[in-house]
């Protein structure tokens, strides 16, 4: 079935370690996206791919990273975890295709660092 | 910088009564207009586009370039239609989209 899957849902985790939120759309999309959102606010676009070996970052800066390896596979890397970056992570793809620019999340990811 | 304000962040009505969730862009060209909903516990979806002119679950939204507003409606409010709503403009090659901070909905039996 296609879909966009995140994992894990729910991360606790001590301040520097090194953390991977995984990412991976079954929907044939190539565009694929990373927003981080806060309780209650607005979605901020942290990092975006077009496709394979492109990413960008987004209109808030982040210290995390992503890599675009394969079509499918979207992952985003913290090399040291702060309390600063306890936040909901969403994972987003969409097709590139007309005018539409409808795009398709996954269930999230909520991190906390302690 | 393309912007999106919903005011409110919280709009509690009655069961049956009209509800209007507004939304104001600011985008001088041919914008993207949608509104994503997101239940509990549910991930977020899309609901409707501006481009379509289509009615979803009762819901109707216009696109008004004069007020750059994109008000999201509903007649008759349902218990089911509680959720956070939100409002988003994109533009043709863009690379994301531009989320509003949300509305939550409440609706009251």
């Known amino acids: 079935e296609a879909d966009i899957y995140q994992t894990p849902r729910y991360l606790v985790i001590g301040t520097g370690k090194k953390i991977t939120l995984e990412c991976s759309q079954t929907m044939g999309h190539d565009k694929m996206y990373w927003y981080q959102q806060d309780p209650g606010m607005e979605l901020h676009l942290i990092h975006y791919?077009?496709?394979?070996?492109?990413?960008e970052k987004g209109d808030l800066s982040s210290e995390s990273t992503v890599s675009r390896i394969r079509t499918e596979h979207f992952p985003l890397t913290l090399e040291s975890a702060r309390p600063s970056h306890t936040s909901q992570y969403l994972c987003?793809?969409?097709?590139?295709?007309?005018?539409?620019?409808?795009?398709?999340f996954g269930p999230g990811t909520r991190l906390t660092v302690l | 910088a393309q912007r999106v304000t919903q005011p409110e962040k919280l709009l509690s009505v009655f069961k049956g009564a009209p509800v209007e969730l507004k939304c104001n862009y600011s985008y001088s060209g041919s914008p993207e207009l949608f509104w994503y909903v997101q239940y509990s516990r549910q991930r977020l979806q899309l609901l409707l586009r501006h481009i379509s002119r289509e009615s979803i679950k009762g819901f109707t939204a216009d696109l008004n370039k004069g007020e750059t507003s994109f008000h999201l409606k509903k007649p008759f409010a349902q218990e089911e239609d509680s959720a956070m709503y939100y409002c988003a403009s994109g533009d043709m090659g863009r690379r994301a989209l531009t989320f509003g901070s949300g509305t939550r909905l409440q609706v009251q039996p």
């Open positions: 791919s077009y496709g394979v070996n492109s990413t």
């Open positions: 987003a793809s969409s097709r590139t295709s007309g005018s539409y620019n409808e795009q398709f």
